[in-house]
């Protein structure tokens, strides 16, 4: 494959969110290792379209905030993606921004929660920065190291994707254990109120995330 072809389609393929590229992410580092593309330009290509993808759901999101709702808000499924995303954003911030980039449906659920949320666009664009060039590094890096310690293209390729595919295994397994938990704790600050100190972080601290989580929804807090 021609070079510019490549880098023209790992663009494509990694600027929308949901198009499975692992293996060509992976094939793109085990021909770097073998000096047939550019290392620091793919993964610049790579993390770019990645980041410049994740700005344009956020902003849309930002600038649509009822569309947008409105549509995550339809089946039940996107609209507990929603809540759980907007309320880890709410209580974590720019940790959970990064975070989220790794978990499943983590790449539409997490711009478009924040750009509900109105999360700040300075900030936003520094985690996904961060996210992506840590996720082009480590899909890209595991078929170039692969492929340089193994000699063989093809098991480097192979043993890429079947790494990838457990990590997105893990990830599954997090989010599912972190949903399931969140869903029997009761909902942060209740049960803290009063004049004490810890009433007082109740209502500034989680109470007021859950207040701006809620209505980021479009629904009564209280």
């Known amino acids: 494959m021609d070079a510019f072809a490549l880098y023209g389609l790992l663009a494509?393929?990694?600027?929308?969110p949901l198009v499975p590229n692992s293996a060509l992410l992976v094939t793109a580092g085990v021909l770097a290792s073998e000096g047939?593309?550019?290392?620091?330009?793919?993964?610049l290509v790579v993390a770019g379209s990645a980041t410049l993808g994740d700005l344009l759901i956020y902003l849309v999101a930002r600038r649509f905030g009822g569309p947008v709702r409105a549509w995550m808000l339809r089946r039940p499924r996107?609209?507990?993606?929603?809540?759980?995303t907007l309320g880890r954003i709410e209580r974590?911030?720019?940790?959970?921004v990064i975070g989220v980039r790794f978990l499943p449906s983590g790449r539409?659920?997490?711009?478009l929660a924040a750009g509900v949320l109105r999360?700040?666009?300075?900030?936003?664009?520094?985690?996904?920065?961060?996210?992506?060039?840590?996720?082009a590094t480590y899909s890209i890096g595991l078929g170039y190291l692969g492929s340089a310690a193994a000699g063989d293209p093809f098991f480097?390729?192979?043993?890429?994707?079947?790494v990838s595919c457990m990590v997105a295994a893990v990830g599954t397994a997090i989010q599912w254990t972190a949903r399931r938990r969140s869903a029997r704790v009761p909902g942060d600050g209740s049960g803290k109120g009063g004049n004490g100190p810890e009433g007082q972080e109740g209502t500034k601290g989680p109470g007021r995330r859950a207040?701006?989580?809620a209505g980021a929804l479009g629904r009564p807090s209280g």
């Not at 047939?36 to 993964?43: D, E, G």
């Not at 539409?108 to 711009?111: E, S, V």
């Open 12 to 16: 494509l393929t990694t600027l929308p």
């Open 36 to 43: 047939h593309a550019y290392l620091p330009l793919i993964l």
């Open 78 to 84: 996107r609209r507990a993606m929603l809540e759980w």
């Open 92 to 96: 974590y911030g720019l940790p959970f």
């Open 108 to 111: 539409i659920a997490g711009p």
């Open 119 to 135: 999360y700040p666009v300075r900030r936003y664009a520094l985690g996904a920065a961060f996210a992506e060039t840590t996720w």
């Open 156 to 162: 480097a390729a192979g043993v890429g994707v079947g």
């Open 211 to 213: 207040s701006r989580a």
